[in-house]
């Protein structure tokens, strides 16, 4: 599953690819179906077409209301007998790069130039590619997470059996996982997730909050390098790393402000509360000993000034004593207490 159109989300379906728009899903280029065309993967490139990756060539696809338009890109001999190809990224040159059959790595300029990337002899078994912002690219490598190095070569980052994923988040830490190692490289440094460790992750997405969410699954590694099975898997795991930058000053708690009136009051009296941010609020009243006597109010309220009326019943239906009662109000990020005199 991909998004595209900015929006979308794009799946392949035994009826071929299908857009959901947040309300139906809509046929998408659904002559790509059968074993023929099966389909390895699609990009959107924000500048121009979709690229989907099939058995049979890369298709350069324009969607129009009309006629959708293909042009079918062969992949020349010599560069993946299976024709198979994989996690399709763009450079920040508008380049095409690619995974092809045993790890190699390729680029297309978009122009019927296809090159296989320098490192690819020292990547076979590659699973996974990322490129950065800058260019760099990176890779789960048979043995390492690594990223390219025009003059060095592999620069290896932490150790892995059958490395499986390589991503890029929004902040710019690059995850990376296989087996013995799980984890994101942020300046200069390789932090492992404990919790993960020692099975791999091959899927990872942001849950929006700060968190990522991993899977987690164990390799045989006694299979044959390249075809590892999975074995037991562990579900789904979500890890929040720590800032990015330098600390900021933490915002100060939002403060309740509240009121009773009349008070001292008889039969009634009407309390009111301004939330400075919209929040769930309960408010509830107690006597001096401590013991709530009635909730009269429960409900999600927006920033502002809001009342609320007592009328000195119980939640049992019993009216109160003349005596001292408290009235507490509770939110997820604040909470205000005051006191009210009953006069009979």
Same mark, same amino acid.
């Given at each position: 599953?991909?998004?595209?159109? *900015?929006?979308?989300?794009?799946? $392949? =379906? ?6 959901? #728009? @947040?309300?139906? !899903?809509? +046929?998408? %280029? ?88 320098? *490192?690819?002899?020292?990547?076979? $078994? =590659? ?6 912002? #800058? @260019?760099?690219? !990176?890779? +789960?490598? %048979? ?202």
């Amino acid at each position: 599953m991909r998004i595209i159109f *900015g929006d979308e989300i794009v799946a $392949y =379906t035994d009826f071929g690819l299908k857009t959901y #728009d @947040g309300n139906t !899903w809509n +046929a998408f %280029a659904d002559t790509l179906k059968g074993e023929d065309d099966f389909i390895r993967d699609i990009l959107d490139d924000p500048s121009g077409p979709i690229w989907i990756s099939t058995n049979t060539g890369l298709l350069e696809y324009y969607h129009s209301s009309d006629v959708p338009s293909y042009t079918t890109h062969v992949f020349p001999q010599g560069i993946s007998q299976k024709k198979q190809f994989y996690h399709l990224s763009l450079d920040p040159d508008g380049e095409l790069i690619m995974l092809a059959d045993y790890g190699a790595i390729i680029t297309y300029d978009l122009e019927d130039e296809w090159l296989v990337h320098q *490192g690819s002899t020292g990547s076979l $078994y =590659t699973k996974d590619i990322a490129v950065e912002d #800058d @260019g760099t690219l !990176w890779a +789960a490598r %048979a043995n390492n997470i690594s990223w390219w190095d025009s003059i060095r070569g592999w620069q290896d980052v932490a150790d892995v059996t059958e490395g499986s994923l390589v991503q890029i988040d929004d902040a710019g830490r690059v995850w990376g996982s296989g087996y013995g190692a799980t984890g994101y490289y942020e300046d200069g440094e390789w932090h492992t997730i404990d919790i993960l460790n020692p099975h791999a992750s091959s899927s990872f997405t942001v849950n929006g909050n700060g968190g990522y969410a991993l899977n987690s699954f164990d390799i045989d590694i006694y299979g044959d390098p390249g075809h590892m099975e999975r074995t037991d898997s562990y579900g789904i795991w979500e890890f929040v790393p720590g800032p990015v930058s330098v600390e900021e000053e933490p915002e100060p708690l939002p403060v309740l402000e509240s009121t009773a009136y009349p008070n001292p009051f008889n039969p009634s009296t009407t309390i009111q509360f301004s939330l400075p941010k919209a929040a769930e609020t309960t408010l509830s009243v107690y006597n001096i000993s401590g013991q709530k006597v009635a909730t009269i109010a429960h409900d999600y309220y927006s920033a502002g000034i809001h009342s609320v009326r007592w009328d000195a019943m119980t939640d049992s239906g019993n009216q109160c004593s003349s005596g001292i009662y408290l009235y507490r109000i509770q939110t997820q990020y604040a909470d205000t207490s005051g006191k009210i005199v009953l006069m009979r």
